[in-house]
């Protein structure tokens, strides 16, 4: 057993990502894996358990559902690293919640991301490293933020993995537009955004596509950061198999999977989902670990 000096990297298996946490810990020469104990109250409320820490942090938890239990294990073992006497604590969370209110949309909300920073500054956090964030605009809240991509990993493995045919990239909405570029890149492929619009009362998504043309008889990625409950990617997929395109794939950063969104996504005609491990899901095939892990070493 290590020595639990200063120099050593405690990677703290956050309760939601024990797995990611392991792989992480496993290429990082410094690293000791630190397991937490996860127990619940009758009532719900958690408590997390961990051996003493010194030096420096590495809290790995993702924040899927539930979303909010999943943060508050963030505050708890944040607070508990703190208490312990950590030099400096780093919230790995590949998938963050609440991202998507990074602003005020709608008279009487209020931007629940700036709260999610004040909350991880006040038990402790010294720096945020996300994946693929929804909006890096949620970002600006807290003080050392960096966001990783998973994209260069899932082209890679969408180029060596499946037998294409000359496929177009596709963003189901113009804010995934440099994602999807990135993604064609790698690939040699053309890009295209739909047009999505969301009604932010009822939540309604409508979709619509310029010109289809050229890629009549191609097959098409739709490439988004998240999949939730699916709406967004079988709409898309609706309408790329309407103006002729053969097999159409959904790879994502974050497969949530809400409810029954695997099965809309095949109902819609999509071949195959791959996404990373942010998620444990079926479809992770693409392992996010050597993207973090090379990161925390290249800080300091
Ligand atoms: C929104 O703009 C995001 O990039 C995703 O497209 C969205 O969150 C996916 O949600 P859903 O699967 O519920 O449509």
Do not use: W
């Not at 939601?16 to 009758?42: H, K, M, N, T, Y």
């Not at 607070?79 to 312990?84: G, H, M, Q, R, V």
């Not at 099965?263 to 005609?269: F, I, P, S, T, Y």
């Amino acid at each position: 057993m290590r020595d639990n000096s200063q120099s050593t990297i405690n990677v703290i298996a956050g309760p939601s990502s024990p797995d990611l946490a392991g792989r992480i810990s496993r290429q990082i020469p410094a690293a000791e894996l630190v397991p937490v104990e996860l127990r619940f109250f009758c009532d719900g409320e958690s408590k997390v358990r961990f051996r003493k820490v010194r030096g420096r942090c590495v809290i790995v938890q993702s924040t899927f559902p539930p979303v909010d239990t999943h943060l508050m294990h963030i505050f708890m073992m944040a607070k508990k690293c703190f208490a312990d006497g950590a030099t400096d604590i780093t919230a790995v969370i590949p998938y963050l919640a609440y991202a998507r209110q990074d602003r005020v949309f709608l008279d009487g909300e209020l931007p629940s991301a700036e709260l999610i920073a004040d909350l991880l500054n006040a038990s402790g956090v010294t720096s945020l490293v996300t994946v693929d964030i929804h909006s890096e605009l949620a970002l600006q809240y807290v003080s050392h933020a960096q966001n990783l991509s998973a994209i260069p990993k899932l082209a890679e493995y969408a180029q060596s993995n499946l037998a294409l045919r000359n496929p177009v990239i596709v963003s189901p909405d113009s804010g995934g537009l440099s994602r999807a570029k990135m993604f064609a890149n790698i690939l040699g492929s053309k890009v295209l955004a739909l047009d999505k619009t969301r009604d932010r009362e009822s939540g309604e998504i409508k979709m619509d596509v310029k010109s289809m043309n050229e890629f009549q008889g191609n097959d098409a990625i739709l490439v988004d950061d998240i999949i939730s409950s699916g709406a967004s990617i079988s709409k898309a997929a609706e309408i790329l198999k309407a103006n002729g395109c053969r097999d159409v794939y959904a790879i994502c950063t974050h497969y949530l999977a809400i409810g029954s969104a695997t099965q809309k996504l095949r109902d819609a005609g999509i071949t195959d989902i791959i996404s990373t491990n942010s998620v444990p899901n079926e479809y992770a095939k693409v392992d996010l670990s050597t993207v973090i892990s090379d990161s925390l070493q290249s800080q300091k």
